[in-house]
C-alpha cells in the first residue's frame, strides 16, 4: 500500500482487489448512479476493469481515487479523492478533479466533505497544486453543497459530453482560496 491518510473517521487508502465485493455492492445500486447517467455495473469485470484504471492512474500521475473506510467498523464506505483529467472537459485539459462515491448506506453521515476535504489538503500540501476542480450533475444538489462547504466556487453549467451527456456543475477552487478557507 502506497497511500494512507487518517481522517478524525475514516481510513483514506489506495484501492485493492479485496474491495470489490462492496465496491461492486455500491456501484450496482441504481441509486448510486441516478445522477452519474444512470449506469450501475452488472458485473464484476466492470470492477476489475475499473480498478485496473485507478491503478494506472496512481502509476501515470502518482494519484487517483482511494478507498474510504470507517474506521470504527472497517467498512469500505466507497471511493473518494483526486483524478488527474486529461480530455477537455469544458475546455480545461490537464487539470486535478476531486470526486466521491459512496454506498448508499454511508449518506448522510459527512463522510463525503470529510474525504474530500482530505483531498484537497492532500492536493494543495503535498502535491503543490495550483488549483482543483470539481463536477456534480446539475441536479445533485447534495454533491454540490459537499464541495462548497470544502471551499469549491461554482463557475457556471456545462454540458458533460462523452460517458455522461448531461448538464453539470463547473466549480474550482485555487490553493491562495483554500488557504484562506482553511484558517
Known amino acids: 500500500m502506497k497511500f494512507y491518510i487518517e481522517t478524525e473517521r475514516l481510513i483514506l487508502r ?3 482487489s479485496n474491495d470489490f465485493k462492496d465496491w461492486f455492492e ?7 448512479h441516478k445522477y452519474l447517467g444512470n449506469k450501475p455495473v452488472t458485473n464484476m469485470e466492470q470492477i476489475e476493469n475499473a480498478f485496473q484504471s485507478i491503478q494506472q492512474q496512481y502509476t501515470d500521475n502518482g494519484i487517483g ?4 473506510v470507517e474506521k470504527s467498523s472497517g467498512d469500505f464506505v466507497g ?3 483526486l483524478k488527474f483529467l486529461r480530455q477537455n472537459t469544458n475546455g480545461k485539459i490537464d487539470f ?25 489538503q492532500y492536493g494543495f500540501e503535498k502535491m503543490q497544486l ?7 450533475n446539475v441536479e445533485n ?3 454540490r453543497k459537499v464541495l462548497e462547504k470544502c471551499g469549491l466556487k461554482f463557475i457556471e ?4 459530453e462523452g460517458f455522461f451527456n448531461m448538464q453539470c456543475n463547473w466549480l474550482r477552487i485555487a490553493k491562495e482560496e483554500w488557504l484562506k478557507y482553511r484558517i
Do not use: C
Not at 481515487?65 to 474510504?68: I, Q
Not at 495550483?130 to 456534480?136: A, D, F, L, Q, S
Not at 453549467?157 to 458533460?160: K, L
Open 14 to 16: 489506495d484501492l485493492q
Open 157 to 160: 453549467i456545462f454540458m458533460y
Open 141 to 143: 444538489i447534495n454533491s
Open 26 to 32: 455500491m456501484d450496482s445500486d441504481p441509486e448510486v
Open 96 to 120: 486535478h478533479e476531486v470526486g466521491y462515491r459512496l454506498s448508499q448506506k454511508h449518506w448522510g453521515k459527512g463522510y463525503a466533505t470529510e474525504s474530500a476535504k482530505a483531498a484537497l
Open 65 to 68: 481515487r482511494w478507498a474510504v
Open 79 to 81: 471511493w473518494s479523492g
Open 130 to 136: 495550483k488549483e482543483i476542480y470539481g463536477i456534480t
